[in-house]
């Protein structure tokens, strides 16, 4: 009795705690060293010659690296603006209604994007887009938008849903019986209080579009370049700390949008 | 009195009717735009694959537009190209059976180390649960080149790893781990976890405890607990996890060409190649379309699972 001193809990397993702990060390571990090399002021990324910011100001100036990283924010930002644009109509036309033909078949070809593996979807579209290109002559960024568009609206549309589905009609109704029109009530009423999930549908999107390495490495003609596709280019050569910088402050972006996304929707109305 | 009562009712029917006509109306007209972009850049290409399949390679990449089985036959076999014998086409088998070999192996590290983790949020206090899980959604959306390109990083002949294995002086050559298939293993087992814990911990969080209470007053070892309570209550959640890690794994393009160093191919490396420097089309489509099947099959395997689960709780 003596030697058991720890009162006996029914939650506890013996060794879940050590090896969950030992699972978050494995998660943000190897990406010290990867922030760390990107301050150093040596060629290397195994050797530690002292603090600076030199590789920052290198990538900053590399042409490729300034427009790669200006080509993955204007098809983000396109990309994520039309894809929650359509999501949020899509949820509203499979959400809160009575169960209607087709409902389901909708349901499933918006989140196919989700279930089809990534290369699948990326040697597709390198086909169709082949043969658009052979019979136009159009090499432009409108097959890489589209492309980022489609597989953004799931990403946009889940949140979206999820929102939508936790929101009580009871106030609408009420807007209807003080003669709001329909119009009226959708963009007085159910638009604010959708808002929240359609924020963090429109970041999801954003990130997902920004990170896209396997379908925008397929899909870009030549010269079209983001700066995920630049960086898998660039792993094939010999690895600069420059990599590490952009490594960096796209792992900054993210982690400032998940935490964003992660109070927006923690946040109850 | 009762015939005005019927044509009432009958006309109130007909506006219900219409009521709800005009709903679905409204719905197929909201979705009908979202539906399209899906249409022309998701499963349409798809069918346009499909046809691509059946069709003969071009001299120099591409197609000729001519039908032809010969794709598909050589996803599995291989003609020879003097005197036409037809043997089993041993690359592709071998790089098949890597490719689920290594995400069978992947989905079993990542639920040995993902369970205990979901266990270890869920029962934390409410207030820190959050955090918790935060700390591992991080993870989940961050970039997964970067996150694998980090792997790359540390295990190096020059990395991290090996850098501390040789000053603690467990060995004196640094380990040959990039470029193998543990590399790869490794690679998406560390960048998928996050999959296999999520799931788990939504279920683990509806976790009646006091079933756990009442299995030990009846005397019931630790290890009968976990493996005859815990464990069947959240097994849709580890079903969900296994999924949602093996699918990407079969599918996985990124880590094993970094981490694989071209050597160590996986379908997505094969079906790439098809693309590349092979230049066989239809042959590439036809990989493509036997990775879709697969993914499929799983995913049905899961779905079926989850029916059952569902009307087993019903009774």
């Known amino acids: ?269 | 009195m009762s015939t005005e009562h019927i044509s009432n009712n009958e006309s109130f029917e007909s506006l219900e009717v219409q009521a709800y006509q005009r709903e679905v109306r409204r719905n197929l007209l909201l979705s009908t735009p979202a539906l399209i972009v899906l249409f022309c850049a998701a499963s349409g290409p798809l069918l346009i694959m499909l046809v691509f399949s059946f069709l003969t390679a071009g001299d120099y990449g591409g197609i000729k537009w001519q039908f032809s089985t010969e794709a598909w036959f050589q996803v599995a076999f291989y003609r020879d190209i003097f005197d036409e014998t037809v043997s089993i086409a041993n690359a592709h088998v071998s790089i098949f059976w890597r490719s689920i070999k290594l995400s069978f192996l992947t989905t079993l590290v990542a639920f040995v180390l993902g369970f205990p983790t979901a266990y270890f949020i869920a029962t934390r206090p409410p207030e820190t649960r959050s955090l918790w899980l935060f700390l591992v959604t991080i993870p989940f959306w961050t970039n997964l080149l970067i996150r694998t390109f980090a792997i790359l990083e540390i295990i190096r002949n020059q990395g991290l790893v090996n850098t501390v294995l040789i000053t603690l002086g467990v060995i004196d050559q640094p380990l040959d781990m990039l470029y193998t298939d543990i590399a790869i293993l490794l690679g998406m087992t560390y960048v998928y976890i996050p999959l296999m814990i999520l799931p788990i911990y939504a279920s683990m969080e509806r976790l009646d405890f006091r079933l756990v209470e009442a299995a030990y007053d009846l005397y019931a070892t630790r290890w009968r607990v976990l493996a005859r309570v815990i464990l069947p209550l959240v097994k849709p959640g580890v079903v969900a996890g296994s999924i949602l890690v093996f699918i990407p794994s079969l599918g996985a393009y990124v880590t094993p060409r970094i981490l694989g160093g071209g050597k160590h191919l996986m379908i997505g490396n094969l079906i790439e190649l098809q693309f590349g420097q092979g230049r066989n089309w239809p042959l590439g489509a036809a990989l493509s379309l036997t990775l879709l099947v697969i993914v499929m099959g799983a995913l049905m395997v899961y779905v079926r699972s989850a029916q059952k689960e569902g009307s087993g709780h019903g009774h």
């Open chain 1, 1 to 269: 009795m003596v030697t058991n001193s720890r009162p006996f809990s029914i939650k506890r397993m013996p060794g879940f705690s050590l090896l969950a702990l030992a699972c978050f060390f494995a998660l943000y571990m190897p990406l010290a060293p990867l922030v760390f090399y990107s301050f150093n002021a040596g060629n290397n990324i195994a050797l530690w010659e002292g603090l600076s910011l030199r590789w920052y100001v290198a990538a900053w100036e590399n042409d490729l690296v300034q427009s790669a990283a200006i080509r993955s924010v204007v098809v983000a930002v396109i990309a994520s603006v039309v894809a929650t644009s359509l999501a949020t109509m899509a949820a509203l036309g499979t959400t809160r209604t009575r169960p209607y033909r087709g409902q389901t078949s909708i349901y499933a070809m918006v989140n196919q994007p989700l279930m089809v593996p990534e290369i699948v979807t990326a040697v597709a579209l390198l086909i169709l887009f082949a043969l658009i290109k052979e019979s136009t002559g159009y090499h432009g960024y409108a097959y890489l938008v589209s492309a980022h568009t489609a597989f953004c609206i799931p990403f946009a549309y889940l949140p979206i849903r999820a929102r939508l589905e936790g929101m009580d009609r009871v106030l609408e109704a009420a807007a209807a019986d003080l003669y709001a029109t329909p119009w009226r009530t959708f963009t007085k009423v159910t638009l604010p209080l959708l808002l929240p999930g359609i924020l963090a549908g429109a970041m999801l999107a954003f990130v997902i579009s920004l990170d896209d390495v396997v379908i925008t490495e397929f899909v870009k003609s030549a010269g079209q370049d983001t700066l995920p596709t630049y960086m898998l280019g660039q792993l094939r050569r010999t690895i600069t700390p420059e990599i590490n910088a952009i490594s960096t402050v796209l792992l900054g972006v993210s982690v400032v949008m998940v935490a964003i996304i992660f109070f927006l929707s923690r946040k109850k109305t």
